[in-house]
């Protein structure tokens, strides 16, 4: 279980030894997905918020943790781990009585890492595209627009995939919650965010965040979250 006191992350060397387990996050970031999983996983972290509007993630303290400059990032030991397909799969595998991630030969396992890395590599993507587009396109604000309405065509296109994938399933992997589908809560909310002018209909991976929604894990994840910013769940 999650540690019980927000911490910020302090560029100050702290003198009291380091847990085992660090989350480095910021709310509603990607790395929300990690952070429900950690949770999922009752495993003992700790949790260090990186704010990414002031940039606190280019700080050099940050940055000795994790170079990229980027949240999510998880410790383990002192060894930093980033990207998310690679947090969840290692927070998966620290509870292999659960069915977070599928063991090495279990074809649910190649599952998971579909679902996971076309959520990185394009949806996630595509989000960026919209919410930052000066990303790809640099300052220019003509070209900033064509890639935002690019993006929306990407991530409809995207949607479509993942209707037809999730099919008649509980979850993404079947009849098991798994890290796959707290990744596929996050890009979710994305999806309903006010600056995605437009999405198609979606009611599989609609319904499959409101079971996401449902789990006790992720309400306390959200709720500590939100108490450094506020966001809403469409549902409430
Ligand atoms: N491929 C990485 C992407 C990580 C990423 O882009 N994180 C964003 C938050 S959603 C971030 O930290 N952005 C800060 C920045 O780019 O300055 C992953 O899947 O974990």
């Known amino acids: 279980m999650g540690s019980a006191n927000l911490m910020s992350f302090s560029p100050e060397p702290s003198m009291s030894v380091e847990p085992a387990l660090i989350l480095y996050y910021f709310p509603r970031a990607c790395s929300l997905a990690a952070h429900i999983a950690l949770e999922e996983s009752r495993l003992d972290y700790e949790r260090r918020i990186v704010h990414l509007p002031s940039k606190q993630n280019h700080s050099p303290a940050y940055l000795a943790t994790n170079p990229n400059g980027a949240v999510p990032a998880l410790t383990i030991d002192q060894n930093t781990l980033t990207e998310t397909q690679a947090i969840l799969t290692y927070v998966g595998d620290q509870c292999p009585g659960e069915a977070l991630m599928p ?3 279990d074809f649910r396992r190649y599952r998971a ?7 990185s590599s394009s949806v996630h993507t595509y989000v ?7 990303v790809y396109a640099g300052a220019d604000n003509a070209t900033c627009l064509a890639v935002n309405a690019q993006g929306v065509k990407n991530l409809a296109k995207a949607t479509a995939i993942i209707e037809r994938r999730l099919g008649d399933q509980t979850w993404a992997l079947g009849d098991a919650f798994s890290v796959a589908d707290a990744y596929l ?13 437009s999405v198609p209909e ?10 996401v929604w449902q789990r006790p894990a992720v309400q306390r994840v959200v709720a500590i979250e939100r108490q450094d910013r506020n966001y809403e ?3 409430e």
């Open 233 to 235: 769940i469409p549902w």
């Open 113 to 119: 890492h579909e679902w996971m890395n076309f959520l």
């Open 128 to 134: 960026r595209s919209i919410f930052r587009s000066t």
């Open 185 to 197: 809560f996050v890009m979710y909310l994305w999806t309903t965010d006010e600056r995605v002018s």
């Open 202 to 211: 979606r009611p599989r991976w609609d319904a499959l965040a409101k079971r």
């Open 103 to 105: 063991p090495p030969g």
